[in-house]
């Protein structure tokens, strides 16, 4: 049953990382060096790129309540844009710890992880986090080279 179940989850996050699926970049402060002569911080930061992190419409966050036909309308949906919600399938961060002092860069902006909480089976993790303005970033750009050069065993005279 148990088999079943994780095909299930499996299953329903490849379709949502199809629907949804962004890169993104987790970011875990681990610690942070002090230059004694000019005070300055310096931290040292681990990060894990996950290709395709189910980010869930701003729209999804809105909560809406209605009663019945007897009772009053209710109303007190929460619209924050700038808060998210992420789904991370587990076997795109096997060696990363998600903490909720992490964070994420998505589309150029800082995102901080509020709450983290782990979904059945050990399939995935669910993330609530905020963006925030204003901070750094310490971005991590992947940066890759090509070259056109050929090397040849010809040697000219002059």
């Not at 002090?34 to 040292?44: S, Y």
């Not at 109303?75 to 992420?86: E, H, K, S």
């Amino acid at each position: 049953m148990r088999r079943k179940q994780t095909r299930f989850i499996r299953t329903l996050l490849y379709t949502l990382k199809k629907g949804y699926g962004f890169p993104i970049t987790l970011h875990k402060v681990s610690g942070e060096s002090l230059n004694m002569q000019t005070g300055k911080r310096t931290p040292t930061i681990v990060t894990q790129r996950v290709n395709k992190a189910i980010i869930l419409p701003a729209t999804a966050q809105l909560k809406f309540e209605h009663g019945g036909i007897d009772s009053n309308f209710k109303y007190g949906g929460l619209f924050d844009t700038a808060l998210r919600q992420v789904i991370i399938d587990a076997q795109d961060v096997v060696n990363f710890e998600i903490e909720t002092d992490d964070y994420f860069i998505w589309d150029g902006e800082r995102w901080q992880i509020s709450k983290v909480t782990d979904m059945e089976f050990e399939t995935g993790y669910t993330l609530v986090a905020r963006m925030v303005e204003g901070s750094p970033r310490h971005m991590v750009e992947c940066v890759s080279l090509e070259s056109q050069l050929q090397l040849t065993s010809e040697v000219e005279e002059i």
